[in-house]
């Protein structure tokens, strides 16, 4: 049985260009996240799971495009094996079908880890450069989300009895943000 190639890509933000993953390929469709990996849940994976088959081959740039922690990787490479559908690792260079041998499955393993090894380091520097940045006066966070104004009219709103879920909609902010505002 012959399937389609299905080409799956994730940036993680909406700046990013998602060309460069898999240029060259020749992909049957494709399936751009633009979002943090450090969820499964997202939204063209989820579309991608659904719409591939048996037989089809799911192509992915490396594996920390698919999942951030070894545990997903493993998962998501087991649960698309176990359907009958390869996946493809470019640059890797892995393949893996589900009758994988006891190498390949040690590889998926390593370079996995090493994936969520690499990604911890890069936390870990970032947390540090934060601290310095900090230290020097140099960091001020991010930028509130809501205006001064936003705020009082927020606490006059709720004073009113309307609900917070309603307010938050309203605002375009999360439920939490309205709740930490009103202590």
Do not use: W
């Not at 943090?36 to 740039?61: F, M, N, Q, W």
């Not at 094996?81 to 260079?93: H, N, W, Y």
């Not at 205006?147 to 307010?167: F, L, P, Y």
């Amino acid at each position: 049985m012959h399937g389609q190639k299905i080409g799956y890509i994730r940036v993680s933000s909406e700046d990013q260009n998602p060309d460069r993953q898999l240029d060259g390929q020749i992909l049957d469709r494709t399936f751009i996240d633009r979002v943090s990996g450090k969820s499964i849940d997202r939204p063209a994976l989820t579309e991608c799971l659904h719409y591939i088959r048996a037989g089809d081959v799911l192509i992915v740039h490396s594996m920390d495009r698919l999942a951030r922690n070894l545990d997903d990787l493993r998962s998501l490479v087991n649960q698309l094996t176990s359907r009958e559908i390869r996946v493809v690792f470019v640059k890797e260079g892995l393949t893996f079908t589900g009758d994988d041998s006891p190498m390949s499955t040690l590889l998926l393993s390593v370079m996995g880890a090493f994936a969520e090894f690499e990604r911890a380091l890069i936390r870990e520097r970032q947390r540090e450069g934060i601290d310095i940045a900090k230290k020097k006066g140099k960091y001020k966070g991010r930028k509130p989300s809501l205006t001064d104004e936003q705020i009082a009219v927020i606490k006059e709103k709720n004073s009113m009895g309307i609900a917070k879920s309603k307010i938050a909609r309203e605002f375009g902010v999360s439920r939490p943000t309205i709740y930490a505002i009103l202590n």
